[in-house]
């Protein structure tokens, strides 16, 4: 597609319950990137895919939280048990081989729970 | 990666122009300085990246000096609408196995 696209854009989840959340990169895009953002917070670096392996996963808080990419396209990030202080603005980045460092972002899931 | 420093926040009006100055004291030979734009509710922009020297386009420019120990990022005349976050960032474009580590940034405050 034209730009990063990830879904849903908001989602509302009760505590303990398990959530996933989709990025659709740039085609071509061999990296991907998850990131999340807390209110009036700076960019929290989660996981780095290149192509379907994972070679950074440094970021990731807890067991709770794992990624996965097939196909060397979609992404998912799924959280499992929710716990309040995992609500945050979860974004995905994509970028070409030719410049790692040109990410493209999509426009965030907002995740909240309650 | 190497680390960086930047203002937390500058205020500017509108018609102004705006420099955002970045140390980067480490920076290693095979690095670049690249420049993103975060406005509310978005995911950050790239919006520049270079080497050495200057680099101009349609948004802003960079000025690098010869040691490369810090970087300018220049915004001509800003407006309302420039009113965002500014991250730099500086790391070797061409190495996979990295991801950008993205600080705090700069919040820039444009008013009337």
Known sequence: ??????SPSNKVTEKGKDVELRCDPISGHTALYWYRQSLGQGLEFLIYFQGNSAPDKSGLPSDRFSA????????TLT??????EDSAVYLCASS????YYGYTFGSGT????? | LAKTTQPISMDSYEGQEVNITCSHNNIATNDYITWYQQFPSQGPRFIIQGYKTKVTN???SLFI?????SSTLSLPRVSLSDTAVYYCLVGDNGQAGT?????????LSVSS
């Open chain 1, 79 to 84: 959280i499992q048990r929710t716990q309040q």
């Open chain 1, 1 to 6: 597609g034209a730009g990063v696209s990830q």
């Open chain 1, 110 to 114: 907002r995740l909240t729970v309650v």
């Open chain 2, 65 to 69: 000096p010869a040691d490369r120990k």
């Open chain 2, 58 to 60: 349609e948004v802003a």
């Open chain 2, 99 to 107: 991801a950008l580590i993205f600080g705090k940034g700069t919040t």
């Open chain 1, 96 to 99: 070409p081989r030719e410049s």
């Open chain 1, 68 to 75: 996965e990419r097939t196909g060397g396209s979609v992404s």
